[in-house]
């Protein structure tokens, strides 16, 4: 697998599909002389699903000195609200982590309307908690459907696993590129997506606490 080289800030995303992982050495490995800097990491799904390693994955990744980050993986079928407080519940965000995610891939039938509403209602929610701006991860796709005219406004974490440029999205939202999806990193069993920091360095500190 290739790194985007031109970028200089490398990381990944983990669930529990990941099984048990070994913070030790992800945080050691190197791949083409980069070392992973960040993780994010799967929190919750849906109204009342939480991840069975989240707890062990959040302690441990910054035990390792990686900057983390959580997400929530969104259902447009069930209570956004209900949505948002089962993150709010599982997540105590501390200075320096990045700020919350709304993982944003399925549609499940839902009409443009109740999807969109829905998130907003989500981010809204989640905002008001940690007094932050949440971050919304998403296809290219979805984005150009839902979030590009309606929800623009926020950071931007896209999956594209065929662009070499990414001019197809909004250059001052988007922060994150989530660019493989069948990457490989020593500690982890299976494959791991990896993404990069796509903006200046001194951005960073807009996605975070």
């Not at 009409?111 to 940690?130: A, M």
């Not at 796709?141 to 662009?163: F, H, T, V």
């Not at 069948?182 to 791991?192: A, E, F, K, T, Y």
Request: glycine share 6%; net charge neutral.
């Amino acid at each position: 697998m290739r790194l985007p080289m031109r970028y200089g800030i490398h990381g990944i995303d983990v669930s529990r599909h990941n099984d048990r992982i070994n913070w030790a050495r992800v945080r050691q490995m190197e791949a083409d002389g980069v070392r992973l800097q960040f993780v994010f990491i799967k929190a919750t799904e849906g109204a009342t699903l939480a991840d069975k390693h989240f707890e062990k994955n959040w302690r441990e990744a910054k035990k390792s000195a990686l900057r983390r980050g959580a997400y929530h993986f969104y259902h447009p079928t069930r209570d956004p609200v209900k949505q948002a407080n089962n993150f709010i519940r599982t997540v105590d965000l501390n200075e320096g982590d990045f700020v919350p995610v709304v993982d944003f891939e399925v549609i499940n039938g839902q009409s443009d309307e109740t999807i969109i509403n829905g998130l907003r209602l989500w981010l809204e929610t989640v905002e008001e908690h940690y007094h932050v701006r949440p971050i919304i991860y998403t296809n290219g796709n979805l984005y150009k459907r839902y979030i590009k005219d309606n929800l623009g406004e926020y950071p931007l974490w896209i999956a594209d696993y065929s662009a070499k440029h990414l001019r197809n999205y909004d250059a001052d939202k988007l922060y994150l590129w989530q660019h493989n999806q069948s990457g490989w990193v020593q500690g982890i069993r299976g494959q791991v997506d990896f993404n990069v920091f796509v903006m200046d360095e001194d951005r960073m500190k807009d996605i975070c606490l």
